[in-house]
């Protein structure tokens, strides 16, 4: 007998004016073991039915079913004590983001401990014991010390290991997964990844991971089912989806993999590039407290790098959560204040220039922010956040602004009777291209894209870059990409940026980062790439920092023409290639 299985399952929710069918007769099983993989875009059903199994749906929900059940029990039929049992000894969730998943309040190790004595009669200490045994056993070496802390003082990698030892804590026959990985920087997704297919072996469990990242589905399942719009398109063995998919969806999705770009064709001997940062630099001031006395500290976000835009040419910058590539792109915009540093635009220092002088450059760069949703005004009509940069600047008259706004609004791909709604009433990849619009429609030269794709649905993905390289050939845009997806960066950037630490460890064109990485990180990067295809996936070994210091690249001074320094340097070891080394004589 399966020990997850559903017939015809059925779901819909009460809205003002009808209803919404989010699910319309799905059915699927898991055996004891088996790794199903579910996988679709937003909104295609995946989480809705996962939820039904485990009854977490809300109350306008309306749920129908030939039959569910989880371990033999009648998941519809089953009460209160049997839904408590369901719910962690038989079956644990995963959710996209643990942030909202765990209570603000507590500690990680009151929140461990209470899940576990809710399904066992142990004491306080032995629970608190215990959970120190799971955080150790998801790989996080101080488990003490992270049993006082709270959620908001983890980064979302640690936060979603502590959340992988929540839901093993009462030892689950099967464990779900939803999108455990989204937005995850691709090395903290490569571990967490490899965590879970370690835990479910050793621990004996089945896994269904739902998700809209099929190299994630690649690297960790046995079987897939592929949803769109609340219905299975296709189910099959994972190799058998990948190597000969037979449903038209499933050959789109696999297709958006794949999806690459003709180069730039910029102008490198241009008189001055569309953006250059020199020596741009930032510290934070940091107070410690040590009883009744406090020191401050300099917190290095970003080392002094130097990094050029050429015109109409699009260079990413890719690093981990923490590596300063968001601050340097807020820096490039004079959105946060450097330390020390020159920006130029257009071969123009910006870098000490007041607000009212800084007004005029304003219309020539532009920045779309990673959060869609919180980037756009709520209580604003989109034609009305489009057209806002024009009225800021005094292009036009009101009528012209809004005809302009919603002439932006079809460039993007989105209807002109859109001009009407507001950002809530958009998806996830609809928003971004609102906010592309609003970004470009002053026609910039310089366009800072900070995550741009992040957590978008891999169809979305594929539209919105394309978007962006349509308008960069269309306007002559010079783009600053930043990026943890190093495939999208692969595809649609002419040059690489490798930042770690606040530092550039190594920049090189696109082809030759990829090729022939030099430096230990941006190799540690490459290989945290997920999968295209199951054969290809493959055992990682992840380094620390220790480790990645220690094998820091070594050139002699005959090799660079430099004079010998123990401290790292940028390097010129090939035209356009410069990679962080030592010196030796």
């Known amino acids: 007998m399966p020990l997850v299985e559903i017939q015809d399952l059925k779901v819909s929710f009460s809205q003002y004016g009808g209803q919404v069918d989010a699910v319309r007769g799905v059915s699927f099983s898991v055996n004891e073991g088996e790794s199903l993989g579910i996988v679709g875009e937003s909104g295609s059903g995946k989480s809705v039915s996962c939820s039904a199994l485990l009854r977490l749906l809300p109350a306008t929900a309306r749920?129908?079913?030939?039959?569910?059940?989880?371990?033999?029990?009648?998941?519809?039929?089953?009460?209160k004590e049997d839904l408590i049992r369901l719910r962690g000894r038989t079956a644990a969730m995963i959710f996209q983001d643990p942030m909202t998943a765990f209570d603000p309040v507590f500690t990680i190790g009151h929140q461990i401990a209470e899940t576990i004595r809710a399904h066992r009669q142990v004491s306080q200490r032995e629970a608190l014991a215990e959970a120190e045994q799971l955080l150790l056993r998801v790989e996080i070496k101080n488990a003490r010390d992270i049993l006082g802390y709270y959620p908001h003082q983890l980064s979302g990698g640690m936060l979603q290991?502590?959340?992988?030892?929540?839901?093993?804590?009462?030892?689950?026959?099967?464990?779900?997964?939803?999108?455990?990985?989204?937005?995850?920087?691709?090395?903290?997704?490569?571990?967490?990844?490899?965590?879970?297919?370690?835990?479910?072996?050793?621990?004996?469990?089945?896994?269904?991971?739902?998700?809209?990242?099929?190299?994630?589905?690649?690297?960790?399942?046995?079987?897939?089912?592929?949803?769109?719009?609340?219905?299975?398109?296709?189910?099959?063995?994972?190799?058998?989806?990948?190597?000969?998919?037979?449903?038209?969806?499933?050959?789109?999705?696999?297709?958006?993999?794949?999806?690459?770009?003709?180069?730039?064709?910029?102008d490198d001997t241009a008189a001055a590039p569309a953006l250059e940062l020199r020596g741009l630099a930032k510290a934070y001031r940091i107070k410690r407290r040590s009883g009744l006395f406090a020191t401050y500290d300099d917190f290095h976000a970003v080392r002094p790098v130097d990094i050029v835009l050429p015109r109409n040419k699009i260079v990413g910058l890719?690093?981990?959560?923490?590596?300063?590539?968001?601050?340097?792109?807020?820096?490039?915009?004079?959105?946060?204040?450097?330390?020390?540093?020159?920006?130029?635009?257009?071969?123009?220092?910006?870098?000490?220039?007041?607000?009212?002088?800084?007004?005029?450059?304003?219309?020539?760069m532009q920045i779309v922010f990673q959060d869609s949703?919180?980037?756009?005004?709520?209580?604003?009509?989109?034609?009305?956040?489009?057209?806002?940069?024009?009225?800021?600047?005094?292009?036009?008259?009101?009528?012209?602004?809004?005809?302009k706004a919603l002439d932006w609004l079809e460039r993007v791909g989105l209807p002109r009777n859109f001009g009407s709604r507001y950002s809530h009433e958009l998806s996830g990849g609809q928003r971004q291209r609102v906010a592309i619009a609003r970004a470009l429609i002053l026609g910039p030269s310089v366009l800072v894209a900070d995550e741009p794709?992040?957590?978008?649905?891999?169809?979305?993905?594929?539209?919105?870059?394309?978007?962006?390289?349509?308008?960069?050939?269309?306007?002559?845009?010079?783009?600053?990409?930043?990026?943890?997806?190093?495939?999208?960066?692969?595809?649609?950037?002419?040059?690489?940026?490798?930042?770690?630490?606040?530092?550039?460890?190594?920049?090189?064109?696109?082809?030759?980062?990829?090729?022939?990485?030099?430096?230990?990180?941006t190799r540690a990067l490459l290989d945290a790439i997920p999968a295209a295809n199951p054969r290809d996936k493959r055992a990682r070994t992840f380094l620390a920092a220790a480790d990645?210091?220690?094998?820091?690249?070594?050139?002699?001074?005959?090799?660079?023409?430099?004079?010998?320094?123990?401290?790292?340097?940028?390097?010129?070891?090939?035209?356009?290639?410069?990679?962080?080394?030592?010196?030796?004589?």
């Open 63 to 79: 749920v129908g079913a030939k039959k569910i059940t989880l371990d033999g029990i009648d998941v519809l039929k089953a009460g």
């Open 161 to 266: 290991r502590a959340m992988i030892a929540m839901a093993l804590s009462c030892r689950p026959k099967v464990l779900i997964a939803d999108e455990p990985t989204t937005a995850l920087d691709v090395t903290i997704q490569a571990q967490i990844l490899q965590l879970i297919k370690k835990v479910q072996a050793e621990f004996g469990m089945a896994l269904i991971m739902i998700t809209h990242d099929l190299g994630v589905i690649a690297e960790t399942v046995d079987r897939v089912l592929v949803m769109y719009g609340g219905e299975v398109m296709e189910e099959g063995p994972v190799q058998q989806i990948f190597d000969a998919p037979r449903h038209d969806y499933t050959k789109a999705l696999l297709a958006s993999l794949n999806t690459s770009f003709d180069p730039s064709r910029g």
């Open 318 to 364: 890719v690093g981990e959560s923490g590596s300063g590539k968001t601050t340097t792109g807020m820096m490039a915009m004079r959105l946060t204040e450097p330390s020390t540093g020159q920006i130029l635009v257009d071969g123009a220092d910006i870098s000490n220039l007041d607000p009212a002088e800084l007004k005029s450059f304003r219309r020539r």
């Open 373 to 403: 949703y919180s980037a756009l005004d709520p209580m604003m009509t989109l034609s009305q956040i489009i057209a806002e940069p024009l009225h800021i600047h005094g292009v036009g008259s009101p009528r012209e602004q809004t005809e």
């Open 453 to 521: 794709t992040s957590a978008l649905d891999v169809t979305v993905k594929a539209q919105i870059i394309g978007l962006l390289k349509e308008l960069q050939a269309e306007m002559g845009l010079s783009i600053l990409f930043i990026s943890h997806d190093l495939s999208t960066v692969k595809s649609l950037t002419d040059s690489v940026v490798v930042m770690y630490r606040g530092r550039v460890v190594e920049e090189a064109p696109t082809e030759r980062i990829f090729s022939s990485p030099q430096h230990p990180y």
């Open 548 to 585: 990645l210091e220690a094998q820091t690249p070594r050139y002699t001074a005959i090799q660079t023409g430099l004079a010998p320094n123990a401290t790292p340097q940028l390097v010129t070891i090939a035209p356009g290639h410069k990679v962080e080394a030592i010196v030796t004589t």
